[in-house]
């Protein structure tokens, strides 16, 4: 039997068991821990994705159309007709139709507004004491936070791919 060379920990310096530790992986374990919580926080929301973005949208524009709904949150159409309906036999949004075209429009509902704010509040209200945690720095984590999503966005976008 051949010996093989050794690759494992001695073999760089470390101590058995001892990982690399490098700043691609501290990164990784970082997001990787970021996004487990992430996940455990929006298992606290009483809204969807998708009643989220309807809500957001209403809320922000006050009235909206189906074809707004399409075009602003990139949807299809038959995408869009389905979720809007979803949303108001949940109570979520209003409907009304507009005098001047014929066409629906649609608002969030007492309903709806109040769940958006509270769904609101179990998304931001982590990243807010988060953010409070870092005191001084926080302004300085936002920044260097946004070249890093912009650099990784960069490096793992096609420019030649649909909707890139």
Do not use: C, H, K
Request: hydrophobic letters at 40%; proline letters at 2%.
């Amino acid at each position: 039997m051949t010996a093989r060379a050794d690759t494992s920990a001695a073999a760089d310096g470390r101590a058995p068991g001892e990982e690399r530790r490098t700043p691609v992986r501290e990164v990784a374990g970082l997001l990787s821990v970021f996004e487990s919580a992430r996940r455990a926080a929006a298992r606290r929301a009483t809204l969807g994705v998708a009643d989220m973005r309807l809500l957001w949208l209403a809320t922000e524009r006050g009235s909206v159309t189906l074809r707004d709904f399409a075009v602003r949150l990139r949807l299809d159409q038959s995408t869009v007709n389905r979720q809007v309906n979803a949303a108001l036999a949940a109570g979520l949004l209003d409907r009304e139709t507009d005098d001047a075209t014929g066409s629906y429009r649609f608002s969030a509902s007492s309903t709806g507004e109040a769940e958006f704010e509270n769904n609101l509040q179990v998304a931001f209200g982590p990243l807010e004491a988060a953010l409070d945690a870092l005191g001084d720095g926080r302004e300085t984590f936002i920044d260097l936070g946004r070249t890093f999503v912009d650099a990784y966005r960069s490096a793992v976008t096609d420019d030649d791919a649909p909707g890139a």
